[in-house]
């Protein structure tokens, strides 16, 4: 009857391991408090929720604009009218297309607050939209499949043996692979760089002085990505994705350049033969030459111009000393009111964009981490108080949105032992009392403190446009000083001394990012600095005479200071990366900033004159009016949205599963606000051995409410004497049935609560027959009927990183379930008579179980993983009736490796298990054909465990502690560009005997055990446990 357990298994496996990837993004937070329209324009439906009118007609213009463009340049449209969701419900943007549903998901935030890794030349909301519909038409372009088809799975499943077990017919699983043949195949640098291009007559986005500086210091320090670098995003920073685009953003210019406009779409189309899964064999069938000697070519002419342009300034560079370069965001640099301090945000430690705000002190190079921040910020006169922006935790309706928060410096008070403890899993988010939160839901970036810090202002961010609010700090009330709804975005509003006017720095949709200023009580604004280039950062210099700003009026980003009476602007720097974000010490005009140099931001400093160079008259405008409004097209009609599904795609799949051929699918299909959602995948072999399993969920209330539904059958081909009832068995044919109805609910970051109930009807059937061949037949019956509550908690804080999926350094895992089950078990048929009655014992009992997962920093690059597991179940299923049938199975692939899936089985277990990983080739970064190699690690584990009953069989049935160790070797790796490959080999062993299903066999040793995966990550830990 344990052969049924392994289908459940195998069935949850290939649902949750193997199944299809980069599906569309639906989140986790459920949004029900939203009402949602759609706007019909001639090719597009726009759909927007309850706040986003403005933003929505924009969209609704902008994206029949940009339709003509796009659609010409790659004689492609797409099948029906693409649908461009609008979004404002979080502060980030997670903009992004998909082709399988024609769907673009746009998000109204723009990406320049937190992300310093890009300019602002453009119109955001231009720029974006249009990037992800030329994504959205391009890459359906080159299409190898059906519109509705994402590619061909291709999978195999190998089973452990069970040799002392003749109920188990076939083991656990020991090997799973799965792997995709995907319908679109190009770089990266290639999807995205022609997504930046655009296409003449709608180009939104420009090759500006940010990305210049970049490529440029790229080049010119040897660490530009190598082609085949560019050719995948994984196993990178955040530097090194930024680099992907910025690169395949160059490169794709010097293939317009080159070779036309045209070769963009000749290229995509030159990928659609089924048979082609390299890029160099469209380019060499289009250019005439292959990835290599094209990059060879672009890097050749980039080097002859960069080399120039450093020529010209080497003699006279003016870069100041350098403070601080760990990381490579290292941002928004504050003196202290003392001077002796620079406060500054930083990834110093990480891997990715998330900052934290550090305070530097310059007599000993001493540094003080104060916590996660992001945006300027700003210092409180006392020197012992700081005024940031955070993303807070989830609101009650799910959001999580910029607040401002006050840190006190010298407050090393943490949180209560108590508070501690649950924050370890997840049940609270309690603040130590240093921090102070000062709005609630503010969507509040920039701070800056007003002269008698009574007030704040701050940008506020909403609909898809910003604006200038205060905050009064003593009451909490805040008063908008702009009313824009146009897009505009601002960025670093600074307080004048005297406290009369706010410079900040602005970008409208019909002009450059420019200075502007206004008066402090919210009068018309003005531009204080504009030019032809993009001048942004503005601070007043502490006598109020003055403003220092950054600007790239010779393509370089470089700090000037404006004289306010004169209006004369000097030159500060001429540095070869960019120099952005000033602040003047108070003390001796002294210049904090953040330069871009060799490997990312960094913080400097310089002499407050510099260079001191007097720009040309005329550079700057230094008064110049604000632009009037832009008339807005007249308003485009609106309905209530109704819902409305995005049919169907479906992926086909082949498997070889028990030494079967299968064939078989995955297919999804949700609503067009992801509202419900359906999944469903199914296997089918010559002799109807079935796996069908689907999932719906619907996301209309708080909770997620879900159905899942399966169905295996299998069949044995036996052909056994049964002499004690005197006949032949020829087959046996088992069938499992289960559905299960739940609940789930994001609880905070990382956190997620689960109810179910399920219902399983598991039951076989036997083809047989007398010796003599007469009176054959089959004969069925039902092993089980069960019913299950189930109640699941998950938290998982192990932050993002490289390694963080190959070998975590930081965070936990933990799942804890409760279940009570009422399983009625087969226990034999009712005597004398005519037709099969099954008799069913019951079985009512409680289970408990803990699975945590701690990482933790090892020495140098090297990581330890500590895991410890228990369950529980109470006494009843114990009865000899269950034949162990429920128990917990603490071997094979799962758990303790050393030893099979059912070898070590009870009603309680236990576990204790480590491991410590290092690298063994870090940075492989080569392609060899479809493969891109990341890296590759090792890990050495060993631990200990037992399952047992609490019965005295347990020591007659050698069921003490056993023993294993181990070594896994993980690759890292990608399949076609884009499609994750992650590989692991383990080789096991068990030191301990084989707990005995029976007195009197004989002891055998666990010994070797061998494992091997292929997924689209490695294999889970947590909660894996069957």
Request: glycine share 10%; hydrophobic share 35%.
């Amino acid at each position: 009857m344990r052969t049924l357990l392994r289908h459940v298994a195998v069935a949850a496996f290939l649902a949750l391991l193997t199944g299809p990837v980069n599906a569309q993004f639906f989140s986790e937070t459920n949004h029900p408090e939203l009402e949602w329209f759609d706007i019909e324009t001639e090719h597009f439906t726009i759909t927007y929720h309850t706040g986003l009118d403005a933003f929505a007609q924009r969209v609704a213009n902008i994206s029949e604009e940009v339709y003509g463009p796009i659609t010409s340049l790659y004689a492609f449209e797409p099948a029906g009218k693409p649908r461009i969701l609008c979004r404002d419900v979080d502060d980030m943007n997670r903009s992004a297309f998909y082709p399988t549903t024609n769907t673009i998901d746009f998000w109204a935030t723009g990406i320049t607050h937190d992300f310093d890794l890009r300019g602002a030349k453009t119109d955001w909301v231009r720029n974006i939209l249009t990037h992800e519909f030329t994504h959205l038409v391009n890459t359906q372009t080159g299409r190898k499949m059906s519109g509705r088809m994402q590619g061909l799975y291709l999978q195999t499943f190998l089973y452990q043996a069970e040799n002392r077990r003749e109920d188990v017919t076939t083991g656990f699983p020991n090997a799973i692979a799965s792997v995709i043949y995907p319908s679109e195949i190009a770089p990266p640098w290639f999807t995205e760089g022609t997504a930046q291009y655009m296409a003449a007559g709608a180009q939104y986005d420009v090759w500006d002085s940010h990305r210049d500086m970049i490529l440029r210091q790229a080049l010119l320090n040897d660490s530009m990505l190598t082609y085949d670098e560019m050719g995948v995003f994984g196993a990178k920073t955040g530097l090194g994705f930024e680099n992907v685009y910025d690169h395949g953003y160059g490169l794709t210019l010097h293939i317009v350049n080159e070779y036309g406009e045209q070769s963009l779409r000749d290229l995509f189309r030159a990928m659609k033969p089924g048979w082609r899964y390299d890029f160099n064999g469209a380019l060499e069938s289009v250019l005439g030459k292959d990835g290599q000697a094209l990059y060879d070519d672009w890097k050749s002419a980039l080097r002859e111009r960069y080399e120039l342009q450093k020529a010209a300034r080497t003699d006279r560079m003016v870069e100041g000393d350098l403070v601080f370069d760990d990381g490579y965001m290292n941002l928004h640099p504050r003196w202290s009111p003392e001077g002796d301090r620079i406060a500054f945000l930083t990834n110093a430690g990480s891997d990715y964009g998330r900052t934290a705000l550090m305070v530097y002190t310059l007599e000993d190079s001493s540094k003080k981490a104060i916590g996660g921040a992001r945006t300027a910020f700003d210092w409180h006169s006392s020197g012992d108080r700081l005024v940031y922006t955070n993303r807070s935790q989830p609101n009650k309706q799910g959001s999580r949105y910029w607040d401002l928060y006050a840190a006190t410096i010298s407050d090393s008070s943490g949180l209560t032992a108590w508070q501690t403890a649950k924050a370890k899993v997840g049940l609270s988010a309690a603040m130590p009392s240093r921090f102070e939160r000062l709005t609630q839901d503010g969507r509040a970036a920039h701070p800056g403190y007003s002269p008698d810090e009574s007030s704040l202002v701050y940008v506020h961010n909403r609909g898809g446009t910003n604006n200038l609010a205060v905050l009064d700090i003593e009451t909490g009330a805040s008063r908008s000083l702009t009313q824009f709804d146009d897009g505009t975005q601002i960025h670093t509003p600074d307080w004048s001394p005297d406290g009369s006017r706010i410079a900040f720095s602005i970008f409208t949709p019909d002009g450059d990012r420019s200075i502007g200023v206004m008066p402090a009580d919210g009068e018309d604004w003005s531009y204080l600095v504009s030019s032809f280039a993009t001048d942004r950062d503005p601070r007043w210099t502490p006598d109020g005479k003055g403003l220092v700003f950054a600007s790239d009026q010779d393509g370089i980003f470089d700090l000037f200071h404006l004289d306010l009476e004169s209006g004369i602007v000097h030159r500060i720097t001429r540095v070869l990366g960019g120099a952005l974000s000033p602040d003047v010490r108070a003390s001796d005009g002294q210049i904090a900033f953040s330069h871009y140099g060799a490997t990312g931001y960094e913080i400097r400093t310089i002499d407050g004159q510099g260079v001191w160079e007097q720009m040309p008259a005329g550079t700057f405008s230094t008064d110049r009016a604000a632009p009037l409004a832009a008339e807005a097209p007249p308003a485009m009609d609106t309905k209530a949205y109704e819902t409305a599904f995005m049919g169907f795609s479906i992926s086909p799949r082949i498997a070889l599963d028990v030494g079967k051929l299968k064939g078989g699918f995955y297919l999804f299909s949700s609503e067009a606000l992801g509202k419900q959602t359906m999944w469903v995948q199914g296997l089918l072999s010559h002799d109807r051995d079935l796996e069908l399993f689907a999932s719906y969920e619907y996301k209309g209330w708080k909770p997620t409410i879900y159905l899942n539904a399966f169905r295996v059958t299998h069949h044995v081909e036996e052909d056994i004497f049964d002499r004690d009832r005197d006949g032949r068995v020829f087959s046996r044919n088992f069938s499992l049935n289960g559905a299960s109805l739940g609940m789930r609910r994001q609880l905070g970051t990382g956190s997620t609560i689960d109810f179910h109930a399920d219902y399983n009807r598991f039951g076989n059937s036997v083809d047989q027959s007398r010796f003599n061949g007469q009176n054959r037949g089959v004969v069925g019956a039902t092993f089980l009927n069960g019913i299950n509550l189930a109640f699941s908690y998950h938290y998982n804080t192990t932050p993002p990183a490289i390694r963080s999926d190959i070998s975590p350094t930081g965070g936990r895992d933990i799942f804890f379930r409760y279940n009570r089950h009422f399983d009625f078990f087969l226990k034999g048929f009712e005597p004398n008579t005519t037709i099969v009655i099954e008799q069913f014992q019951n079985f009512f009992y409680n289970e408990v179980s803990l699975d945590w997962n701690e990482y933790l920093k090892g020495p140098g690059e090297t990581a330890i993983g500590l895991r410890l597991f228990g369950g529980w179940m109470s006494d009843g299923v114990n009865d000899e009736g269950a034949d162990g049938y429920f128990d917990f199975r603490l071997g094979g692939l799962p758990l303790m490796k050393g030893y099979t899936f059912f070898s070590l089985e009870g009603s309680r277990a236990a576990m204790i298990r480590g491991a410590w990983s290092l690298p063994l080739w870090r940075g492989i970064n080569k392609q060899t054909g479809p493969l891109y190699s990341n890296q590759f690690y090792a890990s050495l584990y060993g631990g200990m465990g037992r399952a047992w009953d609490g019965t005295p069989d347990d020591d007659l049935l050698e069921r003490g502690w056993k023993k294993d160790a181990g070594i896994q070797f993980r690759y890292d790796a990608n399949l076609f560009y884009d499609y994750p490959a992650r590989l692991s080999f383990d080789i096991a062993y068990g030191f301990d005997n084989v707990p005995l299903t029976e007195v009197g066999e004989s002891l055998e040793k666990s010994g070797l055990k061998l494992y091997f995966t292929m997924l689209f990550g490695f294999f889970p830990t947590v909660g894996a446990t069957p």
